[in-house]
Every structure is written in structure tokens, then in C-alpha cells.
């Protein structure tokens, strides 16, 4: 809880000082909001070490293959950096630029999922 809080904090402030400098320098205030961007993602990674024990408990658990997992996370990952990409760009006013992100975030999805698809599909086939 207190990492969270000192995470929201530092984004209020990013996001109240963001405000004040984007009527008279918006590349600032952009260049602001990445940079507060970088410093919350650095600090949440940090809080990421509970979910690698979690993800290796599952995996002892029910057997399941690194190969398996990876692109799962992968996944995740690229859902994320899509989704802040194409935020960064709309707060910039690029909204093209923004949904062109989210097409790319999702084909690149697709294409890190596919492995675990046609696997699942070769199993659910062997099955049957």
C-alpha cells in the first residue's frame, strides 16, 4: 500500500505541474509527463519481484513449461507499454499516431500469443 501511495503522489504532482506548464510550453508539459511515466514504471517494476515467486509457484505447481508462460507474459507486457505508448500520444494530441500504436500493440500480441495457440489447439487435437 505505501509504495501505491508514493506512486500516486509523485503522479499528482507530475500531473498538477503538467497543467500549469501546458498553456505556455506544451513540449515541456509532455516531456514532463514521460518522464513521469518512466520514474512510475521504474518504481512499479520494483514491486514486480511478488509476481515472479508467483509465477514460479504456478509453474511447480501445475507442471507447466517455461514456453508456456512466457508468451503470456509477453503479452501483458506489450498490452501495457501499447496502452501508455498510445496514451503519451494522445496527450500530445496525436491521435492518429495513438491508434496506430494500438494496431501494432495488437499485432504484435497476436503474433507473441500464436506459438501458445497452435500448441493448445495440437492439444486439444490429440485429445480428440
Same mark, same amino acid.
Given at each position: 500500500?505505501?509504495?501505491?501511495?508514493?506512486? @500516486?503522489?509523485?503522479?499528482?504532482?507530475?500531473?498538477?505541474?503538467?497543467?500549469?506548464?501546458?498553456?505556455?510550453?506544451?513540449?515541456? +508539459?509532455?516531456?514532463?509527463?514521460?518522464?513521469?511515466?518512466?520514474?512510475?514504471?521504474?518504481?512499479?517494476?520494483?514491486?514486480g519481484s511478488g509476481l515472479k515467486d508467483l509465477r514460479d509457484t504456478l509453474r511447480d505447481r501445475f507442471q507447466l513449461k517455461e514456453?508456456?508462460? *512466457?508468451?503470456?507474459?509477453?503479452?501483458?507486457?506489450?498490452?501495457?507499454?501499447?496502452?501508455?505508448?498510445?496514451?503519451?500520444?494522445?496527450?500530445?494530441? *496525436?491521435? +492518429?499516431? +495513438? @491508434?496506430?500504436?494500438?494496431?501494432?500493440?495488437?499485432?504484435?500480441?497476436?503474433?507473441?500469443?500464436?506459438?501458445?495457440?497452435?500448441?493448445?489447439?495440437?492439444?486439444?487435437?490429440?485429445?480428440?
Amino acid at each position: 500500500m505505501e509504495p501505491m501511495l508514493r506512486i @500516486s503522489a509523485a503522479a499528482v504532482c507530475a500531473l498538477l505541474s503538467c497543467l500549469l506548464l501546458k498553456r505556455t510550453n506544451p513540449e515541456l +508539459a509532455a516531456a514532463l509527463g514521460m518522464a513521469a511515466v518512466g520514474m512510475i514504471l521504474l518504481a512499479a517494476l520494483n514491486m514486480g519481484s511478488g509476481l515472479k515467486d508467483l509465477r514460479d509457484t504456478l509453474r511447480d505447481r501445475f507442471q507447466l513449461k517455461e514456453t508456456m508462460m *512466457q508468451p503470456v507474459l509477453k503479452c501483458v507486457a506489450t498490452g501495457i507499454v501499447t496502452r501508455l505508448t498510445a496514451d503519451l500520444c494522445k496527450d500530445s494530441s *496525436q491521435n +492518429a499516431v +495513438a @491508434s496506430a500504436v494500438e494496431v501494432a500493440g495488437s499485432f504484435c500480441a497476436l503474433g507473441i500469443i500464436m506459438p501458445l495457440l497452435v500448441s493448445m489447439l495440437k492439444m486439444v487435437g490429440d485429445f480428440l
